[in-house]
């Protein structure tokens, strides 16, 4: 084992070698796929939300000017 790969060996310890490739096999690997928790948290909906809502108001306070000058640069 490398330093590379350390960092993947304690996941790849429980990984199933595979022997061949069936029906049953994508069926159990699709189960097992939807079905392990995975290493890093998924965004839960309500923090997605107040994320959202945050850069709504940072994006409408940084709107920049609300009105332009009527007058040409060239007629001042």
């Known amino acids: 084992m490398t330093v590379t790969n350390a960092a ?11 022997t061949s490739d069936t029906a049953a096999s994508c069926t159990v690997a699709r189960a097992d796929a939807v079905s392990i ?6 965004l839960p909906a309500a923090e997605a939300i107040v994320a959202a809502a945050q850069s709504t ?20």
């Open 57 to 76: 108001a940072s994006t409408i306070q940084k709107a920049g000017p609300t009105t332009m000058d009527p007058v040409p640069i060239a007629g001042r």
């Open 8 to 18: 993947v060996r304690l996941h790849a310890v429980s990984t199933a070698v595979i």
């Open 37 to 42: 928790a995975r290493h890093t948290r998924n």
